[in-house]
């Protein structure tokens, strides 16, 4: 009998659901997409002539085979990585935009993966707006950034791979006098008449004024014209302290003198936030990102979605409608 000649990428899913005994959290460390990922283990189980895992909708399994092929797995995958190091150099530093020079969600995943990887280079830009950074990782001039991947224009987005990280709270920054400014956080309906900034007229970051256009959507509050973009803090802050408008950022936006941040509720809004990479990438430090990313998010229940919220493309269970 012939010898299967099996793909390494079909063990490589293998052993990590055999790892995880989970679906949905190996295909996340693989950053794949579950249906692939069971489509992987599929054509596996086709080539080896058996049953790998047994799957209830509780508990994921190893079979008798699937326990008998773990070693042979690991040890194929194991000299498959050492031919590849054997023919190269060190990988490049890894240039990773995180948007916004801040505590944001992005940063605090950066942090973990340069601890999980201190022999590799993770070298943090700021430049806001995916629109942009989505360009420059399709051009190769830059490898990860992170964002709300489906405000990207179609044709982009085909040419990227993307790892949801969490389900990110807005917010509002509004002068210190503002009369809102009074409130712990800010309902959505008490910014009706208000004109706020989301950054129209940026082309870097459409992506996120398509965002505010959703959300604000029939509930009277205006999106402000386009304006010149500021660039720096201080351009920022005089901008700000020149138009009064409120600002819709995230939870993790850095503070501003004289402005105070409010999340807003009732519901509460929540931007996707993924982590973005071109197609076919392969890095150690991409790899280590995406187990930071999966590490925060079970410590943190970045995914989870709290009562009466919001998301772009459809509201969750108990958010009013707009």
């Not at 990110?168 to 409130?183: I, M, N």
């Not at 129209?200 to 959300?215: C, I, V």
């Not at 959507?217 to 802050?237: N, Q, S, T």
Request: glycine share 8%.
């Amino acid at each position: 009998m012939t010898s299967p000649d099996v793909d390494p990428r079909l063990l490589r899913g293998f052993l990590a659901v055999a790892e995880e005994l989970h679906f949905t959290r190996a295909a996340a460390r693989l950053y794949v997409a579950q249906q692939a990922l069971s489509r992987d283990v599929r054509r596996l189980e086709h080539a080896l002539g058996t049953t790998l895992f047994t799957r209830t909708t509780r508990a994921v399994e190893l079979t008798a085979d699937g326990v008998r092929l773990l070693p042979h797995a690991r040890e194929v995958l194991r000299a498959h990585e050492e031919l590849a190091a054997a023919f190269a150099g060190p990988p490049p530093a890894l240039l990773v935009d995180l948007n916004t020079d801040g505590p944001t969600t992005a940063r605090l995943v950066l942090e973990r993966a340069r601890e999980l990887a201190p022999g590799h280079e993770l070298m943090a830009r700021f430049e806001s707006g995916l629109t942009h950074a989505a360009t420059e990782i399709a051009a190769g001039r830059l490898d990860v950034s992170f964002g709300y991947v489906a405000g990207l224009d179609p044709a982009l987005r085909a040419r990227l791979a993307h790892l949801p990280v969490r389900h990110e709270p807005l917010a509002v920054l509004l002068p210190e006098e503002h009369p809102l400014a009074a409130l712990e956080s800010v309902p959505l309906d008490a910014l009706a008449g208000e004109t706020v900034y989301a950054g129209a007229g940026n082309p870097r970051t459409l992506e996120w004024t398509r965002l505010a256009h959703e959300l604000f959507a029939g509930r009277g509050i205006a999106v402000a014209p386009p304006a010149p973009v500021a660039m720096g803090k201080e351009e920022f802050m005089r901008v700000m302290a020149k138009t009064r408008n409120p600002v819709l950022v995230t939870i993790g936006f850095l503070d501003m003198p004289g402005c105070v941040k409010r999340p807003l509720v009732d519901p509460v809004p929540l931007s996707p936030l993924s982590m973005v990479w071109r197609a076919g990438l392969r890095h150690p430090g991409l790899d280590a990102l995406a187990r930071a990313a999966a590490e925060l998010q079970d410590a943190h229940r970045w995914l989870e979605l709290p009562p009466a919220s919001w998301l772009p493309g459809g509201l969750t269970s108990g958010a009013r409608g707009g």
